[in-house]
């Protein structure tokens, strides 16, 4: 069964403070991981889209990267509008189509 | 970039009625869409896979009779619960997914719908 889960549940980050969120997954047949941004009352919002390891992509402050058994989001000098919850999914393709399985989310909340 | 776009953003419904819920890819074709559930500080769960021109693919545990897909165009989903009860109440988002021409893929989310059953 497919597994992600992520850490930590929640992060308090000072303005500047620089920090990473972890996704560690279990699944048969990677066809994608991504994290998005979800602000409260919101749809979520794409951030990357990474297929294997050894792969990162960066966007502004956000910098993502993935191994075979999890990936890291490293928010570098962070800034209150950083503040979401940041979700991970993987991709698998399962009898002709594909789901998206989501972790539960790190909630992250950057002080002025 | 892609957008998708639900509509209503919230509603609030009487129990025992019907209420529909529109997903539209904006500027790109949606031959699979997907609707998720999502309760308070939890994550999305997957409740079907909205195919075009055929039928919806649902999850284990997920009731068809009661939550209706169609699926009519390459650009429209819909989501109709049948019979509402306050237990329905929630947050539902669609999802689509763009395939690019060098092979990879997105999956862009809607800004999701909050359904309130009074």
């Known amino acids: 069964e497919d597994q992600v889960t992520q850490s930590p549940e929640a992060l308090r980050l000072q303005e500047g403070e620089s920090s990473s969120l972890n996704c560690s997954y279990t699944v048969s047949g990677l066809r994608g991981l991504f994290w998005y941004r979800q602000d409260p009352g919101k749809g979520p919002e794409f951030l990357f889209t990474?297929?294997?390891a050894g792969e990162e992509k960066e966007k502004e402050r956000l910098k993502a990267t993935l191994t075979k058994k999890e990936s890291f989001l490293h928010i570098t000098a962070p800034k209150p509008e950083d503040s979401a919850t940041y979700l991970c999914?993987?991709?698998?393709?399962?009898?002709?189509?594909?789901?998206?399985?989501f972790g539960k989310g790190t909630m992250l909340l950057v002080s002025p | 970039g892609a957008v998708v776009s639900q509509h209503p953003s919230w509603v609030i419904c009487k129990s025992g009625t019907s209420v529909k819920i529109e997903c539209r890819s904006l500027d790109f074709q949606a031959t699979t869409m997907f609707w998720y559930r999502q309760f308070p500080k939890q994550s999305l769960m997957l409740m079907a896979t909205s195919n075009e021109g055929s039928k919806a693919t649902y999850e284990q545990g997920v009731e068809k009779d009661k939550f209706l897909i169609n699926h009519a165009s390459l650009t429209l989903s819909t989501l109709t619960v049948t019979s509402a009860h306050p237990e329905d109440s929630s947050f539902y988002i669609c999802s689509a997914r763009v395939r690019w021409g060098d092979g990879g893929n997105t999956i862009y989310f809607g800004e999701g719908s909050w359904l309130t059953v009074v």
């Open positions: 999914a993987v991709r698998r393709e399962n009898s002709g189509y594909s789901t998206l399985t």
């Open positions: 990474l297929y294997s």
